[in-house]
């Protein structure tokens, strides 16, 4: 009978006997005592705050700014608000970032490859490299970069002159900046046609390749794709791109695009340091695939660069990745030493002088730590993703 | 270094979340405590704050902490300097990790009311200029459009200069480093046309130049920069110290005192002005929660504004700098202390 059942059970434990609900009891404890901290900080902060006299709040934002800056990739002057100081400053660090990341992938592999490479000089040059930058502080070698760089270049009255178009001087690399037409549009649509041919193609190559084994000259084939369409485009559009030359006028050149030498000095001390780091973690993940994986590609009549490009490679990958993403976060993070040599990057424009004129101390630095958590955070989710990608996959 | 500034920003944030409120005089009471006055000054400029290779601090606003030291303690010695760029000052003023700043900061508006700031006077009164090499043909700062133009972070002088061009029509391109030195640096290396700081400023810079003949400074003053020492909001004891620290070196010089003849005045002055300064007669120091000789303490081992200019910046200095607006209000200049009575 269900009722006699009923009666024989055991009766309930006590919530305390219960190791369920138990956990669950001690967890929201321990949560709600983290909140009662959080909240305790906050007010303490605001309370103290208003005591001695500084003002809080994010209102500081909207106010007008009212100094100069020397790099903006979004238009900016004095009569723009504190909030979008900001932005420039975001923008100039994500610049440094993006750029350091890539030339230092591209240096760190190169010297990294060098490094196991059979020509005895080849190999110690790329040893010496990696021993050298990586032992001398980063911040030496952006005020190196940058003071042992300015005294060599001219003055701008004096510039070196490459065909009245590029000029170089102590102000920085003058280049004629593209001024666009509507037209270019076209150009444009070209060239997004001519990539994704080359994706089928590429495909098609492959697949042709597995079932007949003959293999395709993509690249040469590819190259070409990509440079004729754009090219008939422009040219068929009445070649719509006009360039500003930059001109001396008074003291400086004029229109045009500059490089300042602050950007170079701090994006090349970036590269070079985290590159000899990379080159470390390119050699130890080369060395990790087992060397009869090399010995079993040559049997297969591969020769030594199609070997290191379809064998070796692919299988160091596993290894590097991971580690690379925390060499990305290191530069992004030592991008922040900018100020030393004048280059407007988050921390020199926002939590520098801006920090100074508002005095808004406890809400920028919050702001900058968060810009740069979620700048980290993002580049570990995309490595994270590619690295998944390119695990290897169990069948 | 700038990562100093975010240290010390942190150390703000830290301090607003954790510390309770404080009493008045308590800067004064942990001051004696620990037997010094800690006091925040430049990394280096001469004429104002500079340390020799013996670790030996000179200049105007380092005599203005050791007056204040010689206030408290009877002894100029007993202070300790904190080296701070611009844009790390007030954050160490603030979270308490000095008890006063002199480092040639101007008194604005902003920074006395919204900083939890208060200025206790003003030691020497300044006004930005423009620093030009000669080989520019340069003669004026209106002729200035499209220069570059190299300046300290986090002061006045980024708001001036901005000012200044926008006034005018005129372009420019602002270079901004953290430390004089890295200014100075890249000015020699012709990264800009100008150099841009207080007038005062720029006769230090310019001696520090491997050939200081090579630039002028313009004629054009274009802002007024009082610089003065600097106390936390909410200690008026403290900052009551500080003030009358300078007033008294101000009336020191009104009167005649130096730190040569102020023992012959103790034992022979009748003038009543004299004898009270020196603490036999009036209040003396009881208000202040200091010892009687007080002022007398600050002549004696600090000396008079007159003794401490000249030493630092004026006719027995490298910088040269006449007295100007700074002289007394009696000399045709704008100092001018409240009476010590």
Known sequence: ?395 | MNHKAVISATALAAAMTFSTASHAGATLDAVKEKGHVQCGVTTGLAGFSQSNDKGVWTGIDVDMCRAVAAAVFGDAGKVKFTPLTAKERFTALQSGEIDMLSRNTTWTLTRDSNLGLNFAGVNYYDGQGFLVSKDLGVKSATELDGAAICIQAGTTTELNLADYFRSKGMKYTPITFDRSEETIKAFEAGRCDVLTSDQSQLYALRIQLAKPESAIVLPEVVSKEPLGPVVRNGDEDWFKIVRWSLSAMLNAEELGISSANIDDLKESSTNPNVRRLIGLEGIKGQGLGLPDDWAYSIVKQVGNYSEVFERNVGKGSALGISRGLNALWADGGIQYAPPIR
């Open chain 1, 1 to 395: 009978m269900p009722m006699d059942n009923q009666d024989q059970m055991p009766s309930r434990p006590p919530l305390w006997n219960d190791p369920d609900k138990r956990a669950l009891i001690f967890q929201v404890i321990v949560l709600a005592a983290v909140f009662a901290f959080f909240a305790y900080i906050f007010s303490n902060t605001l309370h103290n705050l208003e005591k001695r006299g500084i003002s809080t709040g994010f209102d500081f934002l909207n106010n007008e700014a009212g100094f100069g800056i020397l790099m903006s990739l979004i238009p900016y002057d004095e009569t723009y608000t504190f909030g979008r100081t900001f932005l420039v400053g975001l923008l100039n660090t994500l610049l440094v970032s993006f750029l350091g990341i890539i030339l230092a992938t591209i240096l760190g592999f190169i010297i990294g490859v060098a490094r196991l490479s059979n020509n005895w000089l080849i190999a110690k040059i790329a040893t010496v490299y990696i021993e050298t930058f990586r032992n001398i502080p980063l911040l030496l070698q952006i005020l190196f970069w940058y003071f042992a760089m300015l005294p060599l270049l001219p003055h701008p009255r004096q510039s070196v002159n490459f065909s009245d178009a590029f000029f170089l001087n102590s102000r920085g690399l003058y280049l004629p900046a593209p001024v666009f037409e509507s037209a270019f549009l076209w150009v444009l649509i070209a060239l997004f046609v001519a990539i994704i041919a080359v994706v089928f193609l590429v495909r098609w190559a492959h697949k042709r390749q597995a079932a007949t084994g003959q293999p395709f000259h993509t690249f040469w084939v590819s190259l070409a794709i990509l440079v004729t369409l754009p090219a008939v485009a422009y040219v068929v559009t009445g070649m719509p791109l006009n360039w500003n030359l930059p001109e001396l006028k008074g003291f400086n050149f004029r229109g045009g695009m500059t490089i300042i030498p602050e950007l170079a000095a701090l994006l090349l001390a970036l590269s070079i340091y985290t590159a000899a780091f990379i080159a470390e973690i390119v050699r130890s993940g080369i060395q990790a695939v087992s060397h009869g994986q090399t010995e079993a590609a040559y049997a297969l009549g591969l020769r030594p660069a199609k070997t290191l490009q379809l064998v070796i490679i692919p299988q160091a990958m596993r290894v590097i990745i991971p580690q690379l993403t925390s060499q990305y976060l290191n530069l992004t993070k030592n991008s922040s030493l900018a100020a030393a040599v004048g280059y407007p990057d988050l921390v020199a424009v926002f939590a520098g002088t801006t920090l100074n004129q508002t005095g808004q101390a406890v809400e920028i630095i919050f702001m900058t730590m968060m810009v740069y958590l979620t700048i980290s955070l993002l580049i570990s989710l995309f490595m994270n993703w590619y690295n998944n990608k390119m695990a290897l996959v169990e069948r």
